[in-house]
């Protein structure tokens, strides 16, 4: 076939999809919700089943429906759930009747229902899905070619997808497609394979602000850059010597074991003493130190910790030698891993590695309490690895112990 004949085929998915997929992409951008978007492009093989009725239904019994196609289009998918897509395509594809090798250009049209069984960067998945071929336009001669018409279709298939850029994938398909023969109340069998690449865009749904220490609901996230740590007074203090920090990325546990120091009624308690000693030792202060918790970092997928984590653990435990009266919550947060039982597990395993370690330089574990919130907290899309990062992260908290008698 002549390139000036195909290339109206590989432009119409372009002209028909491309318009609302990114009118789509502009208002994820601006309205994050519980589905995420991609955008995608493909390109593959279709073999036709010997006796295919698409264009010969009606029509001259000498043809032997469609031959061989190469195909390509595009699709647009949302993501219903973790583990659930649906998605539109529309394809192109440039064939020629089997007898007298007439060109012809079809068009698929798509809609398709994926379950993924992994997560990760690599997902298998497998789809069902219903459609529709239509030859748009043909070369035939009379009756010698295919014929304008269009046939129903239903498919199911397997596949993977596997992403290389923080939201670029590569995605591949093989399908069984069931069409109408030309011969009555009977079905042929199509097969077809894709090879693509598809980008990803949008926000996973953001966790619901949970209260604060005080009973207040906390400040909705923002994604975006980590923000800053940001000081909360105590009374006894000194203005300029902040008791503690809160990452403002993300609302306090709301399993504390301790309330968090930002409660006026008990944050009055606080000895200032300690504080005022460790300030003006130059050594780091604990307050000084809640804003860099990011800074303990872990080996992927364990509890083994990073050994550039050992120096902010060393000064976080000789800042706690210092304020004895002080307590600590820390707070271990994962990605979403897929499992989140296992991310759950994985996260309080962190979470007491991080205290052993502070007891093993020193700090009393009185001071310390641990806590894993798994997955349930994000801070960003886990759609990419910078987002995914970003979830894989510590907190620390300043707590009181809970008060005794009136």
């Known amino acids: 076939m002549r390139p000036a004949k195909l290339l109206p085929i590989l432009l119409a998915p372009l002209a028909v999809v491309g318009g609302p997929a990114f009118a789509i992409e502009l208002g994820a951008s601006g309205h994050p919700s519980g589905n995420s978007f991609s955008l995608g492009a493909f390109a593959g093989g279709h073999v036709f089943a010997q006796g295919s009725g698409l264009g010969v239904a009606g029509g001259p019994q000498n043809s032997d429906g469609a031959g061989n196609a190469a195909m390509g289009g595009l699709r647009a998918s949302v993501g219903l759930s973790r583990w659930f897509v649906a998605e539109a395509e529309l394809a192109g594809l440039a064939t020629q009747d089997r007898v007298y090798q007439r060109s012809a250009r079809v068009l698929g049209y798509r809609i398709n229902a994926l379950a993924t069984l992994a997560r990760g960067d690599f997902r298998p998945f497998v789809l069902v899905g219903a459609g529709a071929m239509q030859v748009a336009s043909t070369d035939a001669q009379g009756s010698a070619g295919l014929t304008p018409d269009t046939k129903a279709e239903v498919h199911t298939g397997i596949g993977f997808d596997y992403r290389v850029l923080d939201r670029v994938s590569v995605r591949g398909d093989a399908r069984v497609l069931q069409v109408p023969s030309k011969e009555s109340w009977a079905l042929t069998t199509d097969v077809e394979a894709m090879l693509g690449a598809f980008v990803s865009f949008g926000a996973g749904r953001a966790p619901s602000p ?174 990419t690895r910078t987002g995914r990062m970003r979830n894989e992260r510590v907190e620390l908290h300043r707590a009181l112990a809970p008060a005794h008698g009136p």
């Open 210 to 383: 949970g209260p604060d220490a005080s009973g207040q609901p906390a400040a909705a996230d923002v994604s975006g850059p980590a923000a800053p740590a940001v000081p909360v007074i105590v009374a006894g203090l000194p203005e300029d010597k902040p008791a503690a920090s809160v990452n403002a990325e993300s609302p306090p546990s709301e399993s504390a074991a301790w309330p968090m120091a930002a409660e006026p009624a008990r944050a009055q308690a606080m000895p200032a003493e300690s504080s005022t000693v460790a300030a003006a030792s130059g050594a780091p202060t604990i307050g000084e130190l809640l804003g860099r918790a990011r800074e303990i970092k872990f080996e992927p997928g364990t509890t083994k910790l990073n050994d550039s984590s050992l120096s902010f653990l060393t000064d976080l435990a000789a800042a706690l030698l210092k304020e004895p009266a002080a307590k600590l919550e820390i707070t271990v947060h994962t990605a979403d891993n897929g499992d989140p039982k296992k991310d759950l597990a994985l996260s309080r395993r962190r979470a007491e590695v991080v205290k052993r370690a502070l007891v093993d330089k020193g700090a009393s574990t009185d001071q310390l309490v641990a806590v894993g919130r798994g997955s349930e907290d994000p801070v960003a899309p886990n759609l």
